[in-house]
Structures are given as structure tokens and as C-alpha cells.
């Protein structure tokens, strides 16, 4: 069993960065590409995005490409989402997940974390 363990939402100003952490439980972590989610209230969960398990490739939605970058550390068992130049359309509750369920790695993951929420608002 995987247990996945976001830290790092918080309030920040619009123009500004956070950075999110996804600290994985379990050996099969490196093994497994690591996506980034986010949903707002009455939204759907919208796909941010993704890396190989090796982390050489890289996925993002057009909305936060050039401005937010994933990477991981497998040595630590930990993602992370470098979010810069934040909007207040970033506002959202931000998911870890591991192991897609299928190849597309803009859907299905088999293991989520709990979320961490991201306010962007002066």
C-alpha cells in the first residue's frame, strides 16, 4: 500500500510562488510516474501535471505551462510543484497521485493524497 502525503498550500499574493511537496510511503515510489491535480469548489479536477518515474519526461496542462514545474527526488521518496507567477485562477485544493491507471497520465491514478489548498488572492 502507498500512502502519498502533500505539505507546503498555503495564502500567497497573486505574481508569487509556493512549492508543493508529495512525500510518498513505500519502496515502489520510484518506480511509478507522479501526477499533480488540483479541483476548485464546484469544479472538476483538473489535471496540472505529470512525470516518469525516472522524472526525464515532463507533462503540463497549457494552463500552468512555463510557470509551474514538477520534479522528484527519488532518493526522498518526494514529488514537488514549483508554482510561480500564481493568478487567482490557480485557487485550488492540489493532489498528489501515483501509478496511473492507464497510459494516459492526464487521468485515473490508483493512489492519491489528501490534498493541500492553494489560495492566490491579495
Known amino acids: 500500500q502507498v500512502q502519498l502525503v502533500e505539505s507546503g498550500g498555503g495564502l500567497v499574493q497573486p505574481g508569487g510562488s509556493l512549492r508543493l511537496s508529495c512525500v510518498a510511503s513505500?519502496?515502489?515510489?520510484?518506480?511509478?510516474?507522479m501526477g499533480w491535480f488540483r479541483q476548485a469548489p464546484g469544479k472538476e479536477r483538473q489535471f496540472v501535471a505529470a512525470?516518469?518515474?525516472?522524472?526525464?519526461?515532463?507533462y503540463y496542462a497549457d494552463s500552468v505551462k512555463g510557470r509551474f514545474t514538477i520534479s522528484r527526488d527519488n532518493a526522498k521518496n518526494t514529488g514537488y510543484l514549483q508554482m510561480n507567477s500564481l493568478k487567482p485562477e490557480d485557487t485550488a485544493a492540489y493532489y498528489c497521485?501515483?501509478?496511473?491507471?492507464?497510459?494516459?497520465?492526464?487521468?485515473?491514478?490508483?493512489?492519491w493524497g489528501q490534498g493541500t489548498q492553494v489560495t492566490v488572492s491579495s
Open positions: 513505500g519502496r515502489t515510489y520510484r518506480s511509478y510516474p
Open positions: 497521485a501515483l501509478r496511473p491507471s492507464t497510459s494516459d497520465y492526464a487521468g485515473g491514478y490508483d493512489y
Open positions: 512525470i516518469t518515474g525516472g522524472g526525464g519526461s515532463t
